[in-house]
């Protein structure tokens, strides 16, 4: 196994606020020059993104390809044979002012609407690098969130976020681990809101059948409480559902002809989500299959908490 530590924190950008990402841009793409040479061989590469943003592209010796940005530690591609099985929208943006439309971002401490902004500030802060590893020829590169001034503005607890990310030849793997690093207890809510490359009219869900759910569709703020009876759940119109107790593999065929396994350890639920009319110049290309922990985790002092998905196209 080759390893190499990336150990950033004297860089300026790390763990500040998103209006401080252009002002340092130019310091962060110094610094990534300085590894290009030295990731390489790992299959890891840093290097300038959309918008100017730090961007990590894992490349396996298998050929299939990841890219992730550090705005966020969004995963925003996912391909296996040339073919991407992650969707960005048209209308992302890649301004560090704004979280980034696709992929798979984070919603952390909090999913939904509630007393922060939409699904928290995770997917709206800049993730450091701290590792990057070659196992048995998957490259692995592994990402930090602390909490800061943006963040305790917000949530005023200090916590560590570890996020690994490893590339196979037909599986994207993730393991987050929260950490109360605090002297007080928290609790938080979080989902990896991942969208998928699909023809909507042909996409399906298999492995929800029997679930409680929570269905958002009419009302948003007063979800309708039912049980799924559907083997192969659709998505025919505006889907927005939480599956509450979600086996630990759903089945997803994309309508495209992959048929894509979820698996995951302690995400505990899961949710289905189809905008239709509201995104009318994107719906038809994607949905969004999210492994969620719907219910507060509660965590005391040096308490973690860990979650694995793993994505894999037969």
């Not at 990336?6 to 252009?22: A, C, G, K, V």
């Not at 971002?105 to 802060?125: D, I, K, L, V």
Request: glycine share 8%; aromatic share 10%.
């Amino acid at each position: 196994m080759a390893r190499v530590s990336m150990t950033w924190s004297s860089i300026p950008f790390l763990n500040s606020s998103p209006s401080d990402l252009r002002r340092v841009n130019r310091h962060s793409v110094m610094a990534f020059a300085s590894l290009k040479k030295e990731t390489s061989s790992l299959g890891v590469r840093v290097t300038e993104g959309q918008g100017n943003l730090p961007k990590v592209v894992l490349t396996s010796p298998h050929g299939s390809e990841a890219e992730l940005y550090l705005f966020g530690g969004c995963i925003t591609s996912w391909k296996v044979s040339n073919k991407d099985l992650l969707f960005v929208r048209p209308d992302a943006v890649f301004n560090g002012q704004k979280p980034i439309s696709g992929g798979v971002p984070h919603c952390f401490p909090q999913f939904g609407p509630g007393p922060m902004q939409q699904h928290g500030f995770a997917r709206n802060m800049n993730w450091s690098i701290v590792d990057s590893q070659d196992v048995e020829g998957n490259p692995v590169v592994i990402l930090e969130l602390k909490d800061g001034p943006y963040s305790r503005a917000m949530w005023d607890f200090s916590f560590q976020a570890m996020y690994k990310i490893i590339l196979d030849a037909k599986s994207l793997s993730t393991e987050l681990v929260i950490t109360n690093t605090d002297n007080k207890p928290f609790s938080f809510s979080t989902a990896l809101h991942t969208y998928f490359s699909a023809s909507v009219s042909g996409a399906s869900v298999k492995g929800l059948k029997g679930c409680k759910t929570l269905n958002k569709d009419p009302d948003p703020k007063n979800p309708l409480e039912g049980e799924e009876e559907r083997d192969v759940v659709t998505f025919p119109g505006f889907v927005d559902c939480v599956y509450l107790e979600a086996p630990s593999e759903l089945l997803l065929d994309n309508g495209l002809g992959d048929k894509i396994s979820i698996r995951n350890t302690s995400w505990t639920d899961a949710v289905l989500w189809s905008p239709y009319l509201q995104m009318e110049a994107c719906y038809k290309d994607f949905v969004c299959v999210e492994n969620a922990k719907i219910g507060k985790v509660e965590l005391g002092p040096n308490q973690s908490w860990t979650a694995t998905q793993r994505l894999s196209i037969g």
